[in-house]
Every structure is written in C-alpha cells, then in structure tokens.
T-cell receptor, first 109, second 115 residues
Framework: GQNIDQPTEMTATEGAIVQINCTYQ??????LFWYQQHAGEAPTFLSY??LDGLEEKGRFSSFLSRSKGYSYLLLKELQMKDSASYLC??????????WGAGTKLIIKP | DTAVSQTPKYLVTQMGNDKSIKCEQN?????MYWYKQDSKKFLKIMFS???????INETVPNRFSPKSPDKAHLNLHINSLELGDSAVYFC??????????????FGAGSRLTVL
C-alpha cells in the first residue's frame, strides 16, 4: 500500500528552528508537496520538490531525497503565526496525490 | 476576491437527509476536486473533474454525486446522509490536470455534521 509518515505533533520555541520530517512509500514518484493548514482553515501551498536537494523560500526550506523516500520542511526564525499543521503529499505514478495526516506544530513563546 | 468559494461553511443535518455543497472558482483553472478531511485529518480525494469531465472517482459510496455544470463550478450532492459522512469537505482547483507541479488552491471547507 501507499504510505506517508509524519510525526503527529511537534513543539518548538518562538525564534528557533524546527525540522518536520516526512517519509513515503508510494507506487512511483512525481513530486512532493508541503502545505500549511491553520486550524479551521484551508490548506495552502508552501513548496514543491521533484529533484533531490534543498529548495529555499524565505524562512521555509524543503529538502528531498528520492533514494531514501524522505523529505523535510525546515522552518527558521519561528513566529507564533507558524503554529499550524504541515501536510506532506506525494504524487504517485498515476499522478494522484497521496496525503500524510499532517504534523501539528505548536509554537511556544 | 475569493479564489475558491464553497457554501455552506457549516451544515448540520439529520441522518437520512439529502444535502448539497456548492463550489465555484474564479481562477480560470481547468481542474476541480472534492476532498474529505476526517477527524484524523487525512485528506482523501473523492472526485476530480477536468473541464467538466470526470477524471478521478475514488471508491466513494454512490450516495455522493458530483455535478460540474461548467469548468468553474463543481457541486457535491449527498443522498441519505449517514453519521460517518460527518467531516470537513474541501473543494479545490488547479490550473492543469494531474501532471507537473500543479498547485491546488483550496476553498475554506464545509463542515458537515450529521446527527
């Protein structure tokens, strides 16, 4: 079966750095997405990786290793507004998105 | 200027009733989707339409019927509602079909509670 694994919940301190990991086992790979979802709101797009390596976008960076079936989302200079769930999703060989359950990130002052 | 709008935002109804959720996008996207997010927060694809044509129809009870009158609208009708249908339903759209880095834009969600 297809599977996306992420930690259920993480806690970090305002101003710090946090890394949210995602491992996947899917039938084929056509890209990996990270979305942010604040409580009671819609998911919003953060990043897309299809090649190995690090993609940096402001305070957020996303890394992919296809050989390891692994990605992480790195959030720097954490702000209280970064408290949200972070969803990892992989596009499989049929170009269907397989979603993880998300990691709830709690930021403490 | 709402990009993907869905109504209603909240829906509370009795078991056995029939209800509809409407979705409209003004982004000019070709593809629209319905997702279900359950209490465990998994997002599950239900349906996908590309230019009014059904392209994804996951294993969903046939009590759920999508309708796309044009490529800017994708409505979801649910017959004979059951307790297990309680969830948040998200409409989404993307510029292309399923290939490439087509980013999904989600609506705000419709929280359905079946009593």
């Amino acid at each position: 079966g297809q599977n996306i694994d992420q930690p259920t919940e993480m806690t970090a301190t305002e101003g710090a750095i946090v890394q949210i990991n995602c491992t996947y086992q899917t039938s084929g790979f056509n890209g990996l997405f990270w979305y942010q979802q604040h409580a009671g709101e819609a998911p919003t797009f953060l990043s897309y990786n299809v090649l190995d390596g690090l993609e940096e976008k402001g305070r957020f960076s996303s890394f992919l290793s296809r050989s390891k079936g692994y990605s992480y989302l790195l959030l720097k200079e954490l702000q209280m507004k970064d408290s949200a769930s972070y969803l990892c999703a992989v596009k499989d060989s049929n170009y269907q998105l397989i979603w993880g359950a998300g990691t709830k990130l709690i930021i403490k002052p | 200027d709402t990009a993907v709008s869905q109504t209603p935002k909240y829906l509370v109804t009795q078991m056995g009733n029939d209800k509809s959720i409407k979705c409209e996008q003004n982004l000019g996207h070709d593809t629209m989707y319905w997702y279900k997010q359950d209490s465990k927060k998994f997002l599950k694809i239900m349906f996908s339409y590309n230019n009014k044509e059904l392209i994804i129809n996951e294993t969903v009870p046939n009590r759920f019927s999508p309708k796309s009158p044009d490529k800017a609208h994708l409505n979801l009708h649910i017959n004979s509602l059951e307790l297990g249908d309680s969830a948040v339903y998200f409409c989404a759209s993307s510029p292309h079909g399923s290939s490439g880095a087509n980013v999904l834009t989600f609506g705000a969600g419709s929280r359905l509670t079946v009593l």
